[in-house]
Nanobody, 128 residues
Framework: QVQLVESGGGLVQPGGSLRLSCTAS????????MGWYRQAPGRQRELVAA???????NYEDSVTGRFAISKDNAKNTVYLQMNSLKPEDTAVYYC??????????????????????WGQGTQVTVSS
């Protein structure tokens, strides 16, 4: 089982900044990609930013230039630095990690089946 723990949400004024963190733990052999999604009331969940194992990133158009995704491979942690926040950024933010579990093979471990896990969500509210 792979668990994700998010932190860093809160209330901030327009133009302010927040940094979200998400740490994955459990039986992880490798991570293929990590991403942040958000869901506002009455709207579908949307991808905000993602980063793959090679460090390549992609962003939703409305956050390009304001948000930055990064990761710490040693800690299995992904970050989302959010600057110049706007009221329309208000949403619950979810972390997603896609990877492969560890599988026992004799006295060692090999790549096991794939997983895709979600964090519990953290509320970000941008309001004056």
């Amino acid at each position: 089982q792979v668990q994700l723990v998010e932190s860093g949400g809160g209330l901030v004024q327009p133009g302010g900044s927040l940094r979200l963190s998400c740490t994955a733990s459990g039986s992880i052999f490798s991570i293929n990609a990590m991403g942040w999604y958000r869901q506002a009331p009455g709207r579908q969940r949307e991808l905000v930013a993602a980063i793959n194992s090679g460090g390549s990133t992609n962003y939703e158009d409305s956050v390009t230039g304001r948000f930055a995704i990064s990761k710490d491979n040693a800690k299995n942690t992904v970050y989302l630095q959010m600057n110049s926040l706007k009221p329309e950024d208000t949403a619950v933010y979810y972390c997603n990690v896609d990877g492969n579990r560890m599988k026992a093979w004799g006295s060692t471990w090999i790549k096991g089946d794939r997983f895709s896990s979600w964090g519990q969500g953290t509320q970000v509210t941008v309001s004056s």
